[in-house]
Antibody
Framework: EVQLVESGGGLIQPGGSLRLSCAVS????????MSWVRQAPGKGLEWVSL???????HYADSVKGRFTISRDNSKNTVYLQMNSLRAEDTAVYYC?????????WGQGTLVTVSS | DIQMTQSPSTLSASVGDRVTITCRAS??????LAWYQQKPGRAPKLLIY???SLGSGVPSRFSGSGSGTEFTLTISSLQPDDFATYYC?????????FGQGTKVEIK
C-alpha cells in the first residue's frame, strides 16, 4: 500500500526556517518525480516545487531562492527546506506524486508563519 | 510560465444537472492536463489526467476534453457526493500550475 506521511510543520516566526519531510512507503522515491503543493487557509492549490527521478529540480517563482527540495533515497523521504519564511507562506503543505491513472497525496502538514 | 484560468469560480447546480467547468491556458500546450476534486479538510483527488483519461476508480459521469489552450471538465449528472471544489493543473512544463478552483454548490 502506498503511503505519504508529511511532518515538520508548525508555528514559526517570520524570517525563520523549517524543514518538512515526506516519508514514503510503497514506491521508490528516487525512481519517481515528487512534488510539493501548498494551500493557504481558504485559498486554492499552489504548486511549490518538484524533483524528478533524474535529479532535476524546479520551483515556483514565489519560493525560488528560499525553498530547497531534496530527497534521501536511503530513507525514501523527500524534504522541503524552507528559509526566510513569510506570512504568505502560511499554508497546508502536501507532498504529491502523480502516477496516472493513480495519484498519491500525503495528509498535509500545516505551516503557520506569524509573530 | 503557463497560467491557468478557470471559470466559473463558483457554480450552483442541482442533483442531476450537467455541469461544465472550463480551464484556459495562457499558452498552448500538449494534453498534460489534470483535473482534481477536493473536499474540505481533505487532500485533492485525481479525476482526469492527460486531458481526457479517467483516473483510477473515478465514476464515468466525469469526463475531460480539450487541447491547446482550452480544456473542460464535465459531470454528466451531478450527484450529492460531487459537491466540492475542482481544480485544473497543467503538468506540461517544469513549472506546474493550478487553476484557481471552481466551487460547485448546491442550488
Amino acid at each position: 500500500e502506498v503511503q505519504l506521511v508529511e511532518s515538520g510543520g508548525g508555528l514559526i516566526q517570520p524570517g525563520g526556517s523549517l524543514r518538512l519531510s515526506c516519508a514514503v512507503s510503497g514506491f521508490i522515491v528516487g525512481s519517481n518525480y515528487m512534488s510539493w503543493v501548498r494551500q493557504a487557509p481558504g485559498k486554492g492549490l499552489e504548486w511549490v516545487s518538484l524533483i524528478y527521478s533524474g535529479g532535476s529540480i524546479h520551483y515556483a517563482d514565489s519560493v525560488k531562492g528560499r525553498f530547497t527540495i531534496s530527497r534521501d533515497n536511503s530513507k525514501n523521504t523527500v524534504y522541503l527546506q524552507m528559509n526566510s519564511l513569510r506570512a504568505e507562506d502560511t499554508a497546508v503543505y502536501y507532498c504529491h506524486r502523480l502516477a496516472a491513472p493513480f495519484d498519491y497525496w500525503g495528509q498535509g502538514t500545516l505551516v503557520t508563519v506569524s509573530s | 510560465d503557463i497560467q491557468m484560468t478557470q471559470s466559473p469560480s463558483t457554480l450552483s447546480a442541482s442533483v442531476g444537472d450537467r455541469v461544465t467547468i472550463t480551464c484556459r491556458a495562457s499558452q498552448s500546450f500538449s494534453d498534460w492536463l489534470a483535473w482534481y476534486q477536493q473536499k474540505p479538510g481533505r487532500a485533492p483527488k485525481l479525476l482526469i489526467y492527460k486531458a481526457s483519461s479517467l483516473g483510477s476508480g473515478v465514476p464515468s459521469r466525469f469526463s475531460g476534453s480539450g487541447s491547446g489552450t482550452e480544456f473542460t471538465l464535465t459531470i454528466s449528472s451531478l450527484q450529492p457526493d460531487d459537491f466540492a471544489t475542482y481544480y485544473c493543473q497543467q503538468y506540461n512544463s517544469y513549472w506546474e500550475t493550478f487553476g484557481q478552483g471552481t466551487k460547485v454548490e448546491i442550488k
